[in-house]
């Protein structure tokens, strides 16, 4: 039963020392792009910020498809499709991946803000997530 | 008369070999092993066949259920990985190389270039200078659920939309859209 | 003596068993229904040049139905008097050429649209556009509509005439075989 307890700490840990590692190689990119300190605080405010998506003619932020608490599923506007927890603390998954964080970041930022993050705003968030 | 009982049994089995071998027959008859076999009608009869594209798979069921490439014509998917800033909508941009990759697989296995008789049906069923960017548009597709009311798709909130193809086929992710597999949620079996 | 030969015999059972095989497996294996229905294509070839060179009770011209026998047959059975039919009965002959052409019907559509929609079989090397294609699907699912009517009919048939001639006309189709009872001259 120990062995198990360990095991399951093991390859939690070990998923986030690895996305602890991409993302701290994120933020080391943001900063050659010229951002500052990082503030989760300030990444939850630009999360909860709300644009008008000109397409759908409503307002929307992030939580609209990830939802507000971070440790919960979210669901896809359109198709309804599950999108599985942002919180790297219940899913191992997120932030590992820096090539797919920088997509999501694109299409995301396109989609919702109208324009691109900026590198400050990036590492904002990111720093945001990595905390819950 | 023991002659004749012998004549109607061979006349019997030659009747039925005959039959049996137009089965083989296929439209351009000549062609390469491999192709031959993919136009058999062993090969087209069963179902139109699950995704074997990694790429396509995982970048294109992020949002939606990754679509047979055989449902739609070449031209459609093209457009569509052209456009992907404005997909419906939504922005789902990808990296060029994997965009490249994903519209190399749609264009090689559509509608129009893979044998599969719910490709030529749905191709038959397009205007030739048409584009259609949804499956659920096509009159193809139309004419396979004219029988379903609108209150078990839209107006159900288990599936929404006629593009949620997996909320009522569940063999849907290994190519299979057999009849015979449909189940609606919130309703009973759907028997045709 | 014997009446039903040997093919004769195993073209009719044969003939019920892809039926049934067919009818099951549309929809649910279609690789299966195309066996089954090539099947029956085939069995139907067979029957349609038999019936123009096989044996006595097998041919045609044999027990081709005249009005008059008809009337005289529907009549006896109204009396529910046995006629004395050693072979087909009118009304009986009446419904084999029902069954067989529109057996033929079905599958002759079903061979349209193996061809339309896979390329596979005798019409592969036809097009045609969507609604016609719609249009022999319809035909080919009207067609088994009819003949189901008419295997429903046939078989009620068979148990009526089997009572009133007091045969058991199914045994006879396995075995070939019916007891003749002597005629009066």
Not at chain 2, 5 to 31: F, H, N, P
Not at chain 3, 76 to 90: A, E, F, K, N
Request: charged residues 20%.
């Amino acid at each position: 039963m120990k062995y198990i307890y360990a095991l399951t700490l093991l390859l939690i840990s070990s998923a986030a020392v690895a996305s602890e590692a991409v993302v701290q190689e994120r933020l080391g990119q943001y900063r050659t792009q010229g951002a500052g300190d990082f503030d989760a605080a300030r990444g939850q405010a630009l999360w909860q910020q709300e644009h008008m998506q000109v397409k759908l003619g409503k307002q929307v932020n992030c939580a609209s498809c990830h939802s507000a608490n971070l440790q919960q599923a979210g669901k896809h506007m359109r198709t309804g499709k599950r999108i599985e927890p942002m919180a790297p603390s219940v899913n191992p998954d997120r932030l590992n991946d820096a090539e797919k964080i920088e997509k999501w970041f694109t299409r995301n930022c396109k989609w919702t803000w109208g324009r691109e993050c900026t590198a400050q705003e990036k590492g904002d968030i990111l720093t945001f997530l990595q905390s819950k | 008369m023991k002659q004749k009982k012998y004549w109607g049994i061979l006349l019997l089995s030659g009747c039925l070999t005959l039959s049996m071998a137009t089965l083989a027959w296929t439209e351009d008859g000549e062609g390469e092993g491999h192709e031959r076999h993919e136009r058999g009608f062993l090969h087209q009869a069963a179902d139109i066949g699950p995704i074997t594209n990694k790429a396509y798979k995982t970048e294109c069921s992020a949002c939606h259920f990754a679509y047979p490439a055989g449902f739609l014509p070449e031209r459609s998917w093209v457009k569509i990985m052209n456009n992907l800033d404005d997909h419906f909508g939504e922005n789902a941009e990808l990296n060029d190389k994997t965009r490249l990759v994903i519209t190399d697989y749609l264009r090689t296995h559509a509608a129009d270039r893979l044998p599969n008789r719910f490709s030529r049906s749905m191709l038959r069923s397009v205007d030739a200078g048409a584009t259609p960017l949804r499956i659920s548009e096509t009159p193809y597709f139309r004419h396979k659920h004219r029988e379903i009311p609108a209150r078990m798709v839209t107006g159900n909130p288990k599936v929404g939309s006629f593009s949620n193809c997996l909320s009522c086929h569940s063999g849907a992710d290994k190519g299979s859209f057999d009849e015979h597999g449909v189940t609606i949620p919130g309703f009973r079996q759907w028997e045709d | 003596m014997e009446v039903w030969g040997l093919s004769l015999r195993l073209f009719h059972w044969l003939l019920a068993s892809a039926f049934c095989v067919a009818w099951w497996s549309e929809g649910r294996d279609l690789r299966l229904h195309m066996i089954a229905g090539s099947i029956i294509a085939g069995l139907l070839l067979y029957r349609l040049i038999w019936g123009f060179c096989g044996d006595r009770y097998a041919r045609f011209s044999g027990f081709r139905p005249s009005r008059a026998s008809v009337v005289r047959h529907l009549r006896s059975l109204l009396r529910l008097q046995p006629g004395d039919h050693v072979g087909h009965t009118p009304i009986g002959s009446l419904m084999i050429f029902a069954l067989l052409g529109c057996l033929l019907l079905v599958v002759l559509t079903g061979m349209a649209l193996s061809g339309l929609q896979m390329g596979v079989g005798l019409f592969s090397a036809i097009h045609a556009d969507f609604s016609t294609e719609l249009l022999i699907q319809d035909m080919h699912r009207w067609c088994l509509n009819l003949l189901l009517a008419l295997v429903g009919i046939h078989l009620a048939g068979v148990a009526a005439e089997s009572l009133l001639q007091r045969r058991n006309l199914v045994a006879a189709m396995i075995t070939g075989k019916k007891t003749i009872k002597e005629v009066k001259r």
